[in-house]
């Protein structure tokens, strides 16, 4: 693990920290922990390669330099979310989020909201001023979750194919100060 980029949360039971290959196996399980969510956007349950996949997967011009896994873990270093951020995408003044998810046992007590609160800290102190994601049309409760973040819906993406399913997408973009 690379324990040499890592940000703290509001609470101080939890800490969140850049994860590399060799974390794979801890990553693969929370995939399948969170399998509810694959079913949701892949129409089938996550892949075996669904963690080494998340590592290579980089938008066109970008490297695997520029993709940063966050690791969100408890009080007893247990991984319970992650967040997958691109620097400098879509543009150099900005970051992308490509995924923000946790375990299902750790939604919906505020948990999400301090890890990207946290996560929205650490990249303005990269010199960040904004913050982009696409949330799928289907997954309701995450664009709210979003939104009551403060992002704002700049577009929508036309069908794309995920798996064996087809979603349209919301853009949207946060503004930090
Ligand atoms: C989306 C996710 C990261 C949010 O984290 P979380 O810890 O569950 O969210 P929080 O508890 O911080 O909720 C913050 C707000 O979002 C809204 N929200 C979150 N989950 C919700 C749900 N299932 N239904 C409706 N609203 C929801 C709530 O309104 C909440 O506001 P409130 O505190 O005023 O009630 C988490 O639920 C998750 O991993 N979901 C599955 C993966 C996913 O959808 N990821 C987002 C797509 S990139």
Redesign the pocket.
């Known amino acids: 693990m690379d324990t040499s980029i890592k940000f703290v949360l509001q609470s101080a039971a939890y800490i969140a920290k850049k994860l590399d290959l060799r974390d794979e196996n801890i990553l693969q399980y929370l995939y399948e922990q969170?399998t509810?969510?694959a079913i949701l956007t892949d129409g089938h349950p996550p892949l075996s390669s669904a963690a080494a996949d998340e590592f290579l997967a980089v938008p066109e011009g970008k490297t695997t330099q520029d993709n940063f896994i966050f690791g969100l873990f408890d009080q007893h270093d247990t991984l319970v979310?992650m967040l997958e951020t691109i620097r400098h995408y879509p543009n150099d003044k900005s970051w992308w989020?490509g995924?923000?998810?946790?375990a299902p046992e750790?939604?919906?007590?505020?948990?999400?909201?301090?890890f990207y609160q946290a996560y929205e800290s650490w990249v303005a102190q990269q010199e960040a001023q904004s913050v982009f994601?696409a949330?799928?049309e289907e997954?309701?409760?995450?664009f709210?979750?979003w939104q009551?973040l403060g992002f704002e819906v700049i577009r929508i993406a036309p069908p794309q194919q995920f798996g064996n399913k087809v979603h349209r997408r919301y853009v949207m973009r946060q503004e930090l100060s």
């Open positions: 969170c509810d969510y979310g989020i995924l923000m998810m946790l750790h939604r919906g007590k505020g948990l999400g909201s301090m994601l949330v799928l997954n309701q409760p995450g709210i979750f009551k």
